[in-house]
């Protein structure tokens, strides 16, 4: 690779000397007789004939130059491809899969023949076992931490919060946003809702089902029984839709989501206050789900899971 870069540096310097030295002539003869002579005449045609030879050769040697580039950078191209297939192979045997070359596979050839498959005795791949090393030191650490000194949460331990933590955030998210409530996300509301809910009811449903809830040509409301289901949803979806055939009208196009989550609340807080003249039960009854039975529901779908 020297001896080429040195050939361009030689190369350069012969077309510049040639230049210069035409150059040269050409302003001595400028500065000759301002006469037409014969000598005159055939020193024009040297000139010019010096010229086009000159020419010839810079053409000639940029040509090699450009040559001779190409192959300096034909050798540079084929010496750094066998540089990085030399690397790349010592990397792959190293790391990747430490696999012994072709022609020594003899020397690892196992007498275990199936149909003409003969097996190869070769060693496993050093990424894999790093790999497996690293998930055994992993599970170690985990089964001291979580198991034996218990210093972190297990994973059902981790459930369970964060269960709870969607819970908190569901129930702030509806308190926030009330007028998104329907009939199957719908919960009790809190004293200050269950207070509009009762104002609601004295200007819209009194006529029908009594100042307190004791019943006239609607049903009794603060019984157990219940012809359309008693459970807070299904108050709310009675009170939202209607039951058009019994001459209840729908509210949900007078009244928002969260009135109607207040009304439904409210008439669920006037269960056992046994007003006066209460109307003879209707519908069927209605047992309200305890804490208790939700608890026991939980724990006997828990046990049915980790069984």
Known sequence: MRRLVNYKYSIVLVLLTLVSGVSAWA????????????????????????????????????????????????????????????KWAELNQRIFTKAVPVEKEEDILLDHDYDGIKELDNALPPWWKWGFYITVVVAVIYFVRFHVLETGPTPEQEYNTEMSMAAAQMEEYRK???????????????????????????????????????????????DDFWLHGGSINDVFK????GVTEKGMQAWEKTYSPAQIKNLA?????????NPANAKAPQGEAYTEATATDSTATISKESVTLNK
């Open 27 to 86: 302003q001595d003869a400028a500065a000759t007789e301002a006469a037409p002579a014969p000598e005159a005449s055939s020193d024009g045609w040297m000139f010019w004939g010096l010229t086009t030879v000159v020419l010839f050769i810079v053409f000639l040697m940029i040509s090699v130059f450009a040559k001779l580039k190409g192959l300096e950078e034909d050798e540079y191209t084929t010496t750094k491809k066998a540089s990085f297939k030399q």
């Open 176 to 222: 926030k946003s009330n007028n998104m409530v329907d009939e199957k996300t719908v919960t009790m509301a809190d004293a200050a809702g269950i207070a509009d809910g009762k104002q609601i009811f004295q200007k819209s449903c009194f006529m029908c089902h009594g100042s307190n809830g004791e019943g006239s040509v609607g049903p009794n409301l603060t």
């Open 238 to 241: 009675t009170i939202k839709y």
């Open 265 to 273: 609340s409210y008439i669920k807080s006037l269960r056992g206050t």
